[in-house]
């Protein structure tokens, strides 16, 4: 064989195998996007439509509906739903992008936890509807399973609604399995260094008040005390002040449902500096303290005394005061339907008399 053929003859096999590495290589990536692709492309664009949301996992069944005043759940008494952890499962459902096709036999689906959801199974179920009915985005979410590598994202087993292929997805989706996961728990965050004066009447026994002599200062003393009680740890009186601040619910319940008129109930008042004053009703039944609150304001704002101004003074003017007026009105849209049940140790704030903080003998 001449040096010139034999030249040619590898050029050609070494382009052939070019050319072989080149169409595999393609292949392996168009197999790769076809099989990396976000589940539901077109969700993004449309979240400003979405007006319903419902989520089964076993035998549970949870709608959100959107309302003119907000987002509300509807199997909880229409009461708002926590907007943050909607947005979360809205924004992953937009994102969740599939990684390796799975099984398309129903046999299978129990395994992987993709089995129709509402038999009582692991399964979760979501369907997105517009305010048409027309469904934007159903998935029935499985077994999850840690992501590869350490920046790697978690991974589940999914399968679309109606479809019998499952996919392992890439994707964290957090789906709450009851009512109130979905609920937007906040009563109340009214701090302790606002309050400047509140009475607890008990149920049954002596009351006690405290006040706070200045803005701005940490002390709280009890007021009014019979003659010869002393208090056992003044530090105690702190619980009484911060009793609103970050107020969250154990569950709550359409104020129509309970009847506060035949057991004795405890009373709670707690004054701001800024003028609005809240009152708080509370009885307990089996153990569970149910509370309703009201609130009321002055009429004007009241606004702190602004610092002595001095030449060459460089310190902004004090804001004015919040309308309390506007913050009354506020407080009591969120309570006026509702009664609450209050986590023990706020409860235990809201509701104990003189009994419990005065120096045994």
Do not use: C
Request: charged share 25%.
């Amino acid at each position: 064989m001449h040096a010139k053929t034999l030249y040619i003859l590898v050029a050609t096999t070494l382009t052939l195998i070019a050319l072989a590495v080149f169409v595999g290589r393609e292949r392996e990536n168009k197999m790769a996007d076809e099989s990396m692709q976000v589940l539901f492309p077109e969700l993004a664009a449309s979240l400003e439509s979405v007006s319903q949301v419902e989520v089964t996992s076993g035998t549970n069944v949870t709608t959100l509906a959107r309302e003119k005043e907000g987002w509300v759940v509807r199997t909880k008494d229409n009461y708002p739903a926590d907007p943050i952890k909607l947005r979360e499962v809205l924004l992953a459902l937009t994102s969740l992008h599939t990684s390796e096709t799975k099984t398309r036999k129903p046999e299978n689906y129990e395994k992987l936890g993709v089995a129709d959801a509402g038999a009582g199974g692991a399964a979760h179920q979501i369907l997105v509807k517009n305010d048409k009915g027309t469904l934007l985005a159903g998935l029935i979410a499985g077994k999850t399973q840690p992501g590869h590598g350490a920046n790697s994202e978690p991974q589940l087993f999914v399968r679309k609604t109606g479809d019998a292929q499952v996919w392992l997805a890439s994707g964290k989706l957090d789906l709450p399995n009851d009512a109130m996961a979905w609920l937007d728990r906040s009563v109340a965050d009214i701090k302790g260094s606002r309050v400047k004066a509140a009475k607890i009447v008990p149920a049954t026994g002596a009351a006690i008040a405290i006040v706070r002599e200045k803005q701005g200062e940490a002390t709280l003393v009890a007021k009014d005390l019979p003659k010869g009680v002393e208090l056992q740890n003044t530090n105690s009186l702190y619980s009484i002040a911060g009793a609103l601040e970050h107020l969250q619910f154990d569950d709550v319940v359409p104020v129509a449902q309970v009847d506060f008129s035949k057991v004795k109930v405890a009373q709670a008042k707690l004054e701001t500096y800024e003028g609005v004053t809240i009152s708080a009703t509370l009885m307990d039944q089996a153990g569970k303290v149910f509370a309703k609150f009201a609130a009321t304001a002055e009429a004007t704002p009241v606004v702190a005394a602004a610092p002595t101004e001095k030449p060459g003074d460089k310190t902004a003017p004090a804001k004015p005061a919040a309308d309390p007026k506007l913050e009354a009105q506020a407080l009591n849209a969120r309570w006026e339907k509702w009664v609450f049940v209050l986590p023990s140790y706020k409860a235990t704030a809201l509701t104990q008399g003189l009994e419990a903080y005065k120096k045994k003998n």
